[in-house]
Nanobody, 120 residues
Framework: VQLQASGGGSVQAGESLTISCAVS????????VGWFRQPPGPDREFVDR?????????????YYGDSVQGRFTISRDNAKIMVTLQMDRLIPEDTAVYFC?????????WGRGTQVTVSS
């Protein structure tokens, strides 16, 4: 399973941005697909990644991290086998590399990150 992230970029605080994650699978049944993010910093490691949002594909449930609840919206595109994260009212603290992840029956698949930078 391969994940391809797209979108990202640099915006001002208060603006919006959308990132997407395409998954190379015939179906995402029993998958949960979502995003983690890793803030900038020389000593940041994998364990510092923060949960952002996830979509349980079959059940249709959405999950959000506390820091993005009410500002970010995750959605799915069945035809494109893709999840999209709409990020509104961005703040500088949202600046990070965003990583897409797909979890299936205990296995995790990670995509390359995409940079999101929010300036004050």
């Amino acid at each position: 399973v391969q994940l391809q992230a797209s979108g990202g970029g640099s915006v001002q605080a208060g603006e919006s941005l959308t990132i997407s994650c395409a998954v190379s699978a015939r179906t995402l049944n029993r998958y949960t697909v979502g995003w983690f993010r890793q803030p900038p910093g020389p000593d940041r490691e994998f364990v510092d990644r923060e949960f952002v949002a996830a979509f349980a594909w079959s059940a249709g449930y959405r999950y959000y991290g506390d820091s993005v609840q009410g500002r970010f919206t995750i959605s799915r595109d069945n035809a494109k086998i893709m999840v999209t994260l709409q990020m509104d009212r961005l703040i500088p603290e949202d600046t990070a590399v965003y990583f897409c992840i797909a979890r299936h029956l205990g296995d995790d698949f990670w995509g390359r990150g995409t940079q999101v930078t929010v300036s004050s």
